[in-house]
Every structure is written in structure tokens, then in C-alpha cells.
């Protein structure tokens, strides 16, 4: 079942090649192009969303949100706006927009295809389900010229899918050449994967950029999944929701931090959770990785983990604080996107003194692209600007010192250290440990609490209560089921 859209927009020229964009994406659209027939429509019909020109006349953009306020309270309304200097000189506000229950606020001149994006970052799991025309069988193989940036890959052995694919499938031929082996809307076909992992020994599948929202999507619904299935290994189940975090800080890298991008970063959080909370043999997989493929965007993914690793060892700790902490994770270096890349893709070591400097105002652009989102709490952002400071002073951008740095955000500082000193180094993670614990100086980074808890996730209980070094009965030994 196709999702419907009510397209409202005085310029008929646009309107219909629109609405000809969005029946060729699968919507079912009523096109109409004054404020009245609007109404009329909404009256008649039900939408999944309405997207509306802030110039509809006869029955003014206002009239009509009010009218939706009154009548329809969840309708998703996004607003169009045709000249940036309208919002600039304050004429029309995002916020007042907001209060009138406008999702979102977009700006022409823009290409039309950006409309695919505005409605699925609204969409949940269900209405990507019901969006996709879905085909009997699968449809021919095609080739594909489109540059390497366009793409993400995946692991073919971590690839998931529902019955019918939710976004084309590819696989790479040589550089800028793909075959698209899966359409949209496709019964899924083991088959044709497994023809092409074993006949051709390909490792990795593809799907465009512009599907990443989707695949986060649907991985993470399989991640909650796998999570609370006590028969999977943990390892899979680590494995699935990096695939998504990783995904997940990709997007918020490419596309910076939007409400709904936010609400998905919510549920991914979600999940981390309940991969902390529910599984004891997690501890196992946390002290022992290896081969983890690091990316740039799996780095955050690791800081998540291994944060809420230590959280979950103190008294104090609970869903809102690793939820919290775990966004926070995934946005801590967002400030990074604002860098010169030369500098943002060097390690610190390798920096000149300049560079440095530069790189040291990442916490502060963070902070500053999150700023005036609501959606983000202010813990969220006081880890994001602090994730740098160390317990002894000697970090940056306040050098803040002990109790004046947030736990919370010594915690992410000392986890983004470890997992810098694992990734870079290529050492196991019991290994990265004890280079930061034989650092004597290096370790005043850190609030000592920290330090002994981060050591606990570590400990093997199994292992110290066979080498008989710890009575059955000590605290040490109850550790690995952390309360
Ligand atoms: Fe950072
Ligand atoms: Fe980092």
C-alpha cells in the first residue's frame, strides 16, 4: 500500500513535476494548489504527509496549519518556503512553525529528488514497508557507472534483509562500476547473494547513500531482535548493531544533526542498552575483539560500547544515564565535520603545532552544531564540549580539572582514549589496558573511580576464581553479572 502525500504549492510547473518525482518513488500524491482544496483533501483523505508552500493562497499557509492543529493533531506537515530572505528576516519562523506542528521546514531553491529525503526521515519501519512496491521474484541485473562516494558498504555476511528488499542492492565490479543485483521492492534472493559470495568470492555488498536511513532502520528493528534472542552469539549481536551505529554516525557526519535524525540515534541508543543490560557474556566479547574492520565512524561505535561498559559497573547507573551517554558517544567528535579534512582525518601525533590548535576547537564545534537542538539534552552537549577535558587539567578546551569535569564525560574521554590506543596500535583490548594503566602520567587523565571500573569490565571472574586468586565468595568473583 502506497503512502499518501497531499502536495500544496501555488507553481503549478513545480507542483506537477513533483508530483511526477514522487508517483515515480512509489508515494500516491493529491496535488492541489490552494489552501482551500487543501483542506478539502485533508477532509477527504488520509495522508501520511502534507507538504505545503508557505505562499499557498486562498486560505493562507497559517490558515491551513491551524485548520490541521484543530482537526488532524499527528499530521505530518513540512513546510516550503521559496525565499531563504523570508526566514532571514525573521517573516517566517521555524519555531512558530513548530508550535503549529510543522515536522520540518524546507528552503528553495532545492532539487525536487530532495523531497525523498525529507518524507523518509519520517518514515518508520512500518511505512518503508508499505512504501516499497513490492515484485514477485527478482528483476535483471544492472549495471551501474556512479562514483565510490556514492556508496556504503556492508559485510555480505552481515547483510539482512526483510522478504521484500527495502533498497537496491549492489555489488562492486572494479572502481566507479556497480551491478545492481537486487531492486527495490524485490522478493529477496538468497540465492543471488550466495551466488555471488561463493561462485565469485565477493565479501561485501552496497546499497546508494541516500538509502542509509533505511538500512538503519531496518538493521536496528533487527538488532532489538537479535538482542533479545538468547540463542544468537554475542558476537553477532555486537557485529549487527555496529553495522547500524556505524551507519548511523556516517549519517549524522553527511547530513548533521536533524530532529529525525536524532529520533533514529534515540532507538539506536535504545538498543545499546539492552545489549548492555541483558548479556553477560558481552563482558567476554568487550575484553577479546578482533579483526574489528575499523572505520572511521566504527571508532564512535567502540567509544559507545566500552562507555557504557564502565556506567553499567557503578550504583548510580541507569537506562536515561547509558542512553544519554551512548548518543552523547555517537556525537562526540561531530565537531570534527567542521574541520579542514586534512586535519580531521590526522591523528593528534602527527599534527604541527597550528594544526593542533585547530584540531583542539572540535569540542566547541560540536557543541555548537548541537546547540539549538532541543532534541538534544543538555548533558548531551556538556559531554560533547568536555569529551577532552582530563582529571588532571592538562586538556583542552578549558583545561577543567577533578570534580569541574562531568563523570559522564571523563568517562567517554577515557573510552575514546583506549579505543584511539586499540584501533591505532592494532593491539588486543586487554593489551590497550595495559598501556594506559602503565602510563603513570597518562592515567591522571582520569578520575582513579574510573580507572578501577574500566579495569572491572575487564576482569574474568571465571578465570580468577580458577587460578584460585580470589575466594569464591568475593565481590570480584559476582562481578561478571553486573547489577
Ligand atoms: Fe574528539
Ligand atoms: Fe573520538
Known sequence: MALKILLVDPDETWLSAAKAFLIAQSYEVSAVSNGRDAQLSLYNDKFFAVILNYEVQNHSCMQVLKFIKVNYTNQRIIVIVNDKRYVDNGHVSEEKLQKL??????????????????LEGHQSLGDLMASVTKKEGVSEELE???????????KIDEFYSSQAVLFDIYIKLKESKYLKILHAGDT??????????????????????????????????????????????????????????EKYVEEVFTHGVKPQIIDQGREVCESVFKLIEGQDDLYQALRSFQNFDPTAYSHAFLVTLY??????????????????????????DIGKAMLPVEIAKMRPSEMSPAQ????????????????????????????ILQHHEAYDGTGFPYQKKGNKILTLANIVCLADDFVHIMLDNKLQPTEALRKILTNKEGVKRYNSILIEKFINVFVDPDKLQKEAALPSNSRMAGQRKVS
Not at 506542528?101 to 525529507?118: D, S, T
Not at 551501474?144 to 556492508?154: A, L
Not at 534472493?189 to 552496497?206: A, V
Request: net charge positive; with cysteine; charged share 30%.
Open 101 to 118: 506542528g510543522v515536522a520540518e521546514m524546507a528552503v528553495k531553491p532545492f532539487e525536487i529528488p530532495y523531497l525523498k529525503e525529507l
Open 144 to 154: 551501474v557507472s556512479m562514483t565510490d562516494e556514492n556508496f556504503s558498504r556492508i
Open 188 to 245: 529477496f534472493s538468497k540465492e543471488r547473494i550466495d551466488k555471488y559470495k561463493n561462485e565469485k568470492k565477493i565479501d561485501s555488498l552496497y546499497f546508494h547513500n541516500s538509502d542509509r536511513r533505511k538500512f538503519i532502520q531496518y538493521n536496528n528493528f533487527l538488532a532489538k531482535k537479535l538482542i533479545d534472542n538468547k540463542a544468537v552469539p554475542v558476537l553477532n549481536k555486537v557485529n549487527q548493531l555496529k553495522n547500524v551505529s
Open 307 to 332: 562507555s557504557a561498559a564502565i556506567i553499567k559497573q557503578f550504583d548510580w547507573q541507569s537506562k536515561t544515564t547509558i542512553e544519554t551517554t551512548a548518543m552523547a558517544c555517537m556525537f562526540h
Open 356 to 383: 593542533y590548535e585547530v584540531y583542539k576547537t572540535h569540542p566547541e564545534l560540536g557543541l555548537k552544531l548541537v546547540e539549538s537542538s532541543r532534541a538534544i539534552n543538555n548533558s548531551i552537549k556538556q559531554i
